[in-house]
């Protein structure tokens, strides 16, 4: 038998053990992200593919809560000419019951010396020996296919400075001196207090992509995309950013969570953004709306209502209500801070109202509680309401745009401070 061969023991070197298996192969580790994509928690993935909760948890804070390229659904699956993993199962099975390298050939429909290089590259070298064991087997392959490729910011030093400056609201004095940005100490899973974040100067990794192409126009090794600074900010190993940057990240949740949470019961299939006509898409019709809130400190919040034909934006002005932070909330009472579903409502109807009844054709909104009254705005204001899917904000391109920047914009003083009207911007 192939194992048993003189010549290879006499050959080959007594290699050092790399240690042990992981637990869970490729294919265990395709379906785990596989239930993630499908909204399910890591512990709950975790059960479905027959591994324990913890397991899974740590894979999915290794990876930084997105499947590494390899392992998502949407990745192509090996190619046939690899060998799979019931492959081996079978030729370990096999070889135990005493067949010969030619015999398991035929068997599995492989050329011999494909069986015999597969013995003698990926079995189980401890004690001299050459023993061959499925899963052993299948580590040893995965291990030596893989072709790890150091990230982009760990080799370029001038993009990393420029990366690491924005992201960390560094501005500099008009002699060019850098000023560092705000100092957070990382607190593990979450952020730091919001209240110590200075959001509003730090860049987006999307601002920092689009912004290299004006920078350094003739310089293609000055090139990033937004998914490549996250990965360097949540994946472990990539190493280029430090973690504690993410307290600079324009929300204070914990990164990249997944959850299988259910929609608002107020949102019936019926005002679903599938709802929404076509002509919204391709806007060619105006009239169509896409809106949002920008929390603040200290409960203070503006409202954004972005026309998806002109870009035309307009700022809604929500001040608490009296007795906001002096008396104490009743239960099913009104939001004090002025961001409840009425005054979203009432400040809607304030704005748009006035305007001519053809520029009044929809409004799209996610399914934030501050869209509860939408029945109550149709008819106040006479503005078709729709509602994004659950936890798919996204899909408001245009408002999820002009929220970041105005964002960055609106510092949290001037939130807290606004006075009475509401501001237009074009």
């Not at 397991?55 to 804070?61: E, P």
């Not at 030619?102 to 429909?109: D, T």
């Given at each position: 038998m192939a194992g048993r061969r003189r010549s290879d023991q006499s050959l080959r070197e007594k290699l050092r053990s790399p240690g042990r298996p992981g637990v869970g192969l490729r294919?265990?580790?395709?379906?785990?992200?596989?239930?993630?994509?499908?909204?399910?928690?890591?512990?709950?993935?975790?059960?479905?593919?027959?591994?324990?909760?913890?397991?899974?948890?740590?894979?999915?804070?290794?990876?930084?809560?997105?499947?590494?390229?390899?392992?998502?659904?949407?990745?192509?699956?090996?190619?046939?000419?690899?060998?799979?993993?019931?492959?081996?199962?079978?030729?370990?099975?096999?070889?135990?019951?005493?067949?010969?390298?030619?015999?398991?050939?035929?068997?599995?429909?492989?050329?011999?010396?494909?069986?015999?290089?597969?013995?003698?590259?990926?079995?189980?070298?401890?004690?001299?020996?050459?023993?061959?064991?499925?899963?052993?087997?299948?580590?040893?392959?995965?291990?030596?296919?893989?072709?790890?490729?150091?990230?982009?910011?760990?080799?370029?030093?001038?993009?990393?400075?420029?990366?690491?400056?924005?992201?960390?609201?560094?501005?500099?004095?008009?002699?060019g001196r850098a000023l560092p940005g705000p100092s957070v100490a990382w607190k593990g899973r979450r952020h730091g207090r919001r209240q110590s974040r200075r959001w509003g100067r730090s860049w987006s990794p999307q601002q920092i992509a689009e912004r290299l192409r004006l920078d350094f126009p003739g310089d293609t090794t000055m090139r990033i995309s937004h998914e490549a600074i996250y990965q360097a900010l949540y994946v472990q190993g990539r190493g280029a950013l430090k973690r504690a940057l993410t307290a600079c990240l324009r929300t204070g949740r914990v990164p990249r969570a997944r959850s299988l949470g259910r929609g608002k019961s107020f949102v019936t299939p019926d005002v679903l953004i599938s709802e929404r006509p076509p002509e919204v898409e391709d806007r060619a019709v105006p009239g169509h709306w896409e809106g949002d809130l920008i929390l603040g400190l200290k409960s203070s919040a503006i409202g954004t209502l972005v026309e998806r034909t002109t870009r035309f934006t307009m700022l809604l002005h929500l001040p608490p209500m009296d007795g906001h932070g002096v008396t104490p909330r009743a239960k099913n009472g009104p939001a004090l801070a002025g961001h409840g579903a009425e005054a979203v409502r009432e400040a809607i109807t304030g704005t748009i109202a006035g305007l001519p009844e053809q520029l009044r054709r929809s409004l799209t909104w996610d399914q934030g509680a501050e869209m509860a009254e939408h029945v109550r705005l149709r008819i106040d204001a006479g503005l078709q309401v729709y509602f994004c899917d659950p936890r798919s904000p996204w899909q408001r391109g245009d408002e999820r745009e002009h929220e970041r920047i105005t964002a960055a914009e609106a510092l949290d003083a001037v939130l807290a401070a606004v006075q009475d009207g509401v501001a237009t911007t074009a």
């Open positions: 294919e265990t580790r395709r379906g785990f992200w596989a239930f993630i994509a499908l909204g399910l928690s890591s512990e709950d993935a975790a059960m479905k593919v027959g591994i324990s909760p913890p397991v899974g948890s740590r894979w999915f804070r290794m990876a930084g809560g997105m499947a590494p390229p390899h392992l998502s659904p949407s990745s192509k699956s090996p190619s046939a000419r690899y060998m799979s993993f019931a492959e081996r199962e079978e030729i370990a099975i096999l070889q135990a019951q005493g067949h010969g390298v030619r015999e398991v050939a035929r068997r599995l429909g492989r050329a011999a010396s494909t069986i015999s290089r597969e013995l003698r590259r990926n079995a189980v070298t401890r004690s001299g020996g050459l023993d061959y064991r499925a899963t052993t087997a299948q580590w040893h392959a995965e291990r030596a296919a893989r072709r790890p490729k150091p990230a982009k910011l760990a080799g370029n030093v001038v993009l990393r400075t420029y990366v690491q400056d924005r992201l960390a609201g560094a501005v500099a004095t008009p002699g």
